[in-house]
T-cell receptor, first 112, second 114 residues
Framework: LAKTTQPISMDSYEGQEVNITCSHNNIATNDYITWYQQFPSQGPRFIIQGYKTKVTNEVASLFIPADRKSSTLSLPRVSLSDTAVYYCLVGDRGSTLGRLYFGRGTQLTVWP | EAGVTQFPSHSVIEKGQTVTLRCDPISGHDNLYWYRRVMGKEIKFLLHFVKESKQDESGMPNNRFLAERTGGTYSTLKVQPAELEDSGVYFC????????????FGPGTRLTVT
């Protein structure tokens, strides 16, 4: 199981771009990288998933270098409502064992 | 489309009592998961249902925890008898496929055992 390492906390101001990097040195060939967001008193919410290179959706972008040993979640022009905990997860999407492994996550605080 | 719902949102019970948590997954989702976060710790997997069958229950902490999913719809998680260390937030999630990717989480049930 590939362990993930990400910063415990980050601070930003409204309107800035935020990049959260996650290290997963032992990522396996079949593993995908998934990011979840969690607001206080809510369950985690899927943001984005990727295998390699770059993935973009309406919420964020995910950058994965060729060696896949790390990934970067990019949030463009954050607002106060983006204050949340962000989790980086690595797992085999093809597995029938659907369990997710959550680490400590990164507490992002956006200031006005 | 309704999301995953959980009931109750908060439960306070005394040590030794029994509590039953309920989860209603998104309609049509065969895969249902239970997770929990104990104070100060990470969110941990408890078990995974595929329809009414337990696909993986390796995360269940002990035999005081009993999960059921009769008829493959809603699920219950019973803790009997509850201990102080069972306090935490219990999350339920569901998904169409067991992809290990996108799961839809409910808001959680905060359980406090005094």
């Amino acid at each position: 199981l590939a362990k993930t390492t990400q910063p415990i906390s980050m601070d930003s101001y409204e309107g800035q771009e935020v990049n959260i990097t996650c290290s997963h040195n032992n990522i396996a060939t079949n593993d995908y990288i998934t990011w979840y967001q969690q607001f206080p008193s809510q369950g985690p919410r899927f943001i984005i998933q990727g295998y390699k290179t770059k993935v973009t959706n309406e919420v964020a972008s995910l950058f994965i270098p060729a060696d896949r040993k790390s990934s970067t979640l990019s949030l463009p022009r954050v607002s106060l409502s983006d204050t949340a905990v962000y989790y980086c997860l690595v797992g085999d999407r093809g597995s029938t064992l659907g369990r997710l492994y959550f680490g400590r996550g990164t507490q992002l605080t956006v200031w006005p | 489309e309704a999301g995953v719902t959980q009931f109750p949102s908060h439960s306070v019970i005394e040590k030794g009592q029994t509590v039953t948590l309920r989860c209603d997954p998104i309609s049509g989702h065969d895969n249902l998961y239970w997770y929990r976060r104990v104070m100060g710790k990470e969110i941990k997997f408890l078990l995974h249902f595929v329809k009414e069958s337990k696909q993986d229950e390796s995360g269940m902490p002990n035999n005081r925890f009993l999960a059921e999913r009769t008829g493959g719809t809603y699920s219950t998680l019973k803790v009997q008898p509850a201990e102080l260390e069972d306090s935490g937030v219990y999350f339920c999630a569901s998904s169409l496929e067991p992809t290990g990717g996108e799961q839809y989480f409910g808001p959680g049930t905060r359980l406090t055992v005094t």
